[in-house]
């Protein structure tokens, strides 16, 4: 939630910028965060089929877990894509916008994983290594990369460069290829 706040906010900062109404941006919020929201969870119910083909109601269960982020990501720009249709706007003026909110809020939104003590790495001995006792490690305590933290730190960095070199775009999109490439780089 607070990640998608200060993501709203920081599209709203830049809406001004290129004469694009605040409103526009708020009223895309309505529309691309459930659409994104949904199109997450049902990637997600996809790719583990096995777990709600006995129980489709299950599939609805979101406060048990179980959002993909790259469904998200897809559903976010179709619905983007739709706005910038309605609206009669640049698709790629509003995904230059977007891209950089989108990455504060996976930086931000990737603390959700440290406090479901989800998202973790292998085992290790190294010193910035997390802790983890749950019913996973059997009540044991394990020692293990926080991926969460690396992919954070990375999503972090990422929109600092963004926000740096964003200034010297030459055209239409190219935050947004600056943006997946990044994301792709941090993923791979």
């Not at 083909?53 to 406060?63: A, C, E, G, H, P």
Request: glycine fraction near 10%; include cysteine.
């Amino acid at each position: 939630a607070v990640g998608l706040l200060l993501a709203v906010l920081y599209a709203c900062k830049r809406s001004r910028q290129f004469g694009i109404k605040q409103d526009h941006i708020l009223d895309g919020v309505l529309i691309v965060v459930p659409i994104a929201l949904i199109c997450a969870r049902l990637y997600y119910c996809i790719f583990k089929w096995d777990m709600y083909k006995d129980d489709l109601l299950s599939i609805f269960y979101i406060w048990e877990g179980g959002l993909a982020i790259y469904g998200g990501i897809i559903g976010g720009a179709l619905a983007v894509i739709l706005m910038s249709r309605v609206k009669k706007l640049s698709f790629f003026l509003l995904a230059d916008m977007i891209c950089p909110a989108v990455i504060l809020a996976q930086a931000i939104g990737r603390w959700g994983n440290f406090c479901n003590a989800e998202a973790y790495g292998y085992e290790t001995l190294l010193p910035w290594r997390m802790g983890l006792c749950n019913i996973e490690t059997g009540y044991q305590m394990l020692y293990v990369h926080p991926t969460f933290l690396y992919e954070s730190l990375w999503n972090l960095i990422g929109f600092i460069l963004i926000n740096i070199f964003y200034r010297k775009r030459k055209y239409h999109g190219e935050v947004a290829v600056w943006y997946f490439i990044w994301y792709g780089l941090g993923r791979a």
